[in-house]
């Protein structure tokens, strides 16, 4: 198995609303990242998750809560969005911290009312 | 200053074509050069990476990297219009985890 799987993939939600974009992979990688995409932009990094502990936290706003429960399962918890945070949410993976070598998932793609 | 920089385009041409893909980077403390494609809606994904100066290829791709200029190239040998796609240059420091990306180049092969 050589992919990274994301769910769901397209969410709509209010701004009020609390949801979670889920993401697995199962070639044995230990660093996982979130990933945000707008469109025409490349990607920008949110998270990144190594040997199951948050390495990387690009200031992102407390809206956006990460979850690593074990080394093959990265989730992203999401409450009181803004429009603005309309956007392809992109999941990756690598063998381990290093990222010249990532995975990325197809993405969720997020609307926020 | 971007740390990388990469012409947006949109590129445009004729199938069979060889086509040239190129950035620019400012810190020559990078060491890890990687080119993805993303199709439209989907994720991107790793088409090669390379590892400080050097060529390398892998079938109608070759990928190029000159320190000393601090250029990377892409080339794609008899284009197809499959490879219609985004091409996003990135590259990263040692060890690193964040990917610094360029900010993408539109190519459409035309039939």
């Known amino acids: 198995d050589t992919e990274v799987t994301q769910t769901p993939k397209h969410l709509v939600m209010g701004m009020t609303n609390k949801k979670s974009l889920k993401c697995e992979q199962h070639?044995?990688?230990?660093?996982m990242y979130w990933y945000k995409q707008k469109a025409k932009k490349p990607p920008e990094l949110m998270f990144v998750y190594s040997y199951e502990k948050l390495s990387i936290n690009e200031s992102v706003p407390s809206r956006f809560s990460p979850e690593c429960p074990n080394s093959s399962l990265l989730n992203l918890h999401l409450h009181a969005l803004q429009p603005e945070d309309s956007a392809l949410y992109l999941c990756?993976?690598?063998?381990?911290?290093?990222?010249?070598?990532?995975?990325f998932g197809p993405g969720t793609r997020l609307t926020v009312l | 200053q971007k740390e990388v920089e990469q012409d947006p385009g949109p590129l445009s041409v004729p199938e069979g074509a060889i086509v040239s893909l190129n950035c620019t980077y400012s810190?020559?403390?990078?060491?890890?050069f990687m080119w993805y494609r993303q199709y439209s809606r989907k994720g991107p994904e790793l088409l090669m990476y390379?590892?400080?100066?050097g060529n390398k290829e892998d079938g109608r791709f070759t990928a190029q990297v000159d320190k000393s200029s601090k250029y990377i190239s892409l080339f794609i040998r008899d284009s197809q219009p499959s490879d219609s796609a985004t091409y996003l240059c990135?590259?990263?420091?040692?060890?690193?985890?964040?990917?610094?990306f360029g900010s993408g180049t539109r190519l459409s092969i035309r039939p």
């Open positions: 810190n020559s403390a990078f060491q890890y």
């Open positions: 070639m044995g990688h230990r660093a």
């Open positions: 990135a590259t990263l420091y040692s060890s690193a985890s964040k990917i610094i």
């Open positions: 390379t590892y400080s100066s």
């Open positions: 990756a993976s690598s063998q381990d911290g290093r990222a010249n070598e990532q995975f």
